[in-house]
Antibody, heavy 123, light 109 residues
Framework: QVQLQESGPGLVKPSETLSLTCAVSGYSISSGYYWGWIRQPPGKGLEWIGSIYHSGSTYYNPSLKSRVTISVDTSKNQFSLKLSSVTAADTAVYYC????????????????WGQGTLVTVSS | SYVLTQPPSVSVAPGQTARITCGGNNIGSKSVHWYQQKPGQAPVLVVYDDSDRPSGIPERFSGSNSGNTATLTISRVEAGDEADYYCQVWDSSSDHHYVFGTGTKVTVL
């Protein structure tokens, strides 16, 4: 059974960098699949942040691209998120997830999710 | 960018059928995926590739997709189905982007 667990500071000051890590168990990241980060502001909907392939190829939400970096560490079987210059608008529950590909190969979806971690941006 | 529109809320009595729509331009040409999210929990995939169910998801959950509307149908609704539901597509025209719908709160009366 694939399991994902987010970790990182729950409180970040404005203008600083948010850093989170997603530890994966039950599956080796180096074996394949994309891996992604999604966030959800309190009381709001889901927003895709970005995704990374096990080889390191990355894709980012255009609205966040200038501030986001996602990296992978296959030796530790984990991947990470960095979001710079944060503001209160970045306060959200951050989820990591595994990405699966549709049977037709023309779409991707999130089949395994971490429990999420709340990050609050405040001084 | 691609936009997915869902009704904010749907109410249904136990034992009845709930239908949740997801509107998007020519969404029928895309594969649609659906997630259930209960309060304080992570989303759970309930339907993928328009109409397939992951292992462990009851047959009461089904999906369809045509034209400009995709639909998640929950048959014989139970109290435990009360949750937020989100549709999602992969927008290949926007460099490998994932788009979520606005979300629908299903209330079991």
């Amino acid at each position: 059974q694939v399991q994902l667990q987010e970790s990182g500071p729950g409180l970040v000051k404005p203008s600083e960098t948010l850093s989170l890590t997603c530890a994966v168990s039950g599956y080796s990241i180096s074996s394949g699949y994309y891996w992604g980060w999604i966030r959800q502001p309190p009381g709001k909907g889901l927003e895709w942040i970005g995704s990374i392939y096990h080889s390191g190829s990355t894709y980012y939400n255009p609205s966040l691209k200038s501030r986001v970096t996602i990296s992978v560490d296959t030796s530790k079987n984990q991947f990470s998120l960095k979001l710079s210059s944060v503001t209160a608008a970045d306060t959200a529950v951050y989820y990591c997830a595994r990405v699966s590909i549709a049977a037709a190969g023309d779409s991707y979806y999130f089949d395994y999710w971490g429990q999420g971690t709340l990050v609050t941006v405040s001084s | 960018s691609y936009v997915l529109t869902q009704p904010p809320s749907v109410s249904v009595a136990p034992g009845q059928t709930a239908r949740i729509t997801c509107g998007g331009n020519n969404i029928g040409s895309k594969s649609v995926h659906w997630y259930q999210q209960k309060p304080g929990q992570a989303p759970v995939l309930v339907v993928y590739d328009d109409s397939d169910r992951p292992s462990g998801i009851p047959e009461r959950f089904s999906g369809s997709n045509s034209g400009n509307t995709a639909t998640l149908t929950i048959s014989r609704v139970e109290a435990g189905d009360e949750a937020d539901y989100y549709c999602q597509v992969w927008d290949s025209s926007s460099d490998h982007h994932y788009v979520f719908g606005t979300g629908t709160k299903v209330t079991v009366l």
